[in-house]
């Protein structure tokens, strides 16, 4: 989802419900994606990670999906605990550099 | 291993005042860089460094300087400090010889300009 104002755009969920985030990437030149988890107070944390030529790749419970065509990224997450509340963030790498381009990020709430 | 560390947690700067944050880490990673987060936000890069003695701008680098005198150490040094400085600061580290641009961040920085 794209950031309003100061805003994030949030995805509420039942717990046990499959949880989908999205994040639309913006330099068609970037060929590595990271996702990263940020709980409240902490800094953020590697979920998973994607090459581009890959168009999937699966970890435990969290799934990424690669659309390099339309430029969008999204993250799946299996059984969604309550644990799994936070910010998810979207990052690009282009090949040569060693910097990452965060997206402004999902908030992700999962209800008991 | 402590991985990536960053001192203090909370500040309170006045405007004009000047201060340095700490960031170390000891997985003897070549790359080291500093963030800014601000309010419904991501990560803002203000500077890296690539190794020892070489460092670069990033996004956001005005108020801001740094320096690497080795590879375990990252200061960000605000030199007069302003309320837009207001924000939380992330350290982050990687590899850059394992092919994974993975960061591995620092618990931050809250930094309050009055």
């Known amino acids: 989802g794209e950031s309003v104002g100061l805003h994030l755009p949030t995805l509420s969920v039942q717990e046990g419900d499959n949880s989908i985030i999205n994040c639309a990437y913006s330099?068609?030149?970037?060929?590595?994606f990271i996702w990263y988890k940020q709980e409240s107070g902490k800094g953020p944390q590697f979920i998973i990670d994607i090459r581009s030529n890959m168009d999937k790749r699966q970890g435990q419970r969290v799934t990424v999906l690669l659309n390099k065509t339309v430029k969008h990224l999204s993250l799946q997450i299996a059984a969604t605990q309550p644990g799994d509340s936070a910010v998810y963030f979207c990052?690009?790498?282009?090949?040569?550099?060693?910097?990452?381009?965060f997206g402004k990020g999902t908030m992700l709430l999962v209800s008991p | 291993n402590a991985g990536v560390t960053q001192t203090p947690k909370f500040q309170v700067l006045k405007t004009g005042q000047s201060m340095t944050l700490q960031c170390a880490q000891d997985?003897?990673?070549?790359?080291m860089s500093w963030y800014r987060q601000d309010p419904g936000m991501g990560l803002r890069l203000i500077h890296y460094?690539?190794?020892?003695?070489?460092?670069d701008q990033g996004e956001v680098p005005n108020g801001y300087n740094v320096s690497r005198s080795t590879t375990e150490d990252f200061p960000l040094r605000l030199l007069s400090a302003a309320p837009s400085q207001t924000s939380v600061y992330f350290c982050?580290?990687?590899?850059?010889?394992?092919?994974?641009?993975?960061?591995?961040f620092g618990p931050g920085t809250r930094l309050t300009v009055t």
């Open positions: 997985m003897n990673h070549e790359y």
């Open positions: 990052a690009e790498n282009i090949r040569g550099y060693s910097t990452l381009t």
């Open positions: 460094s690539v190794g020892a003695g070489i460092t």
């Open positions: 982050a580290s990687s590899s850059t010889g394992t092919g994974s641009y993975e960061q591995y």
């Open positions: 330099n068609s030149a970037s060929d590595y």
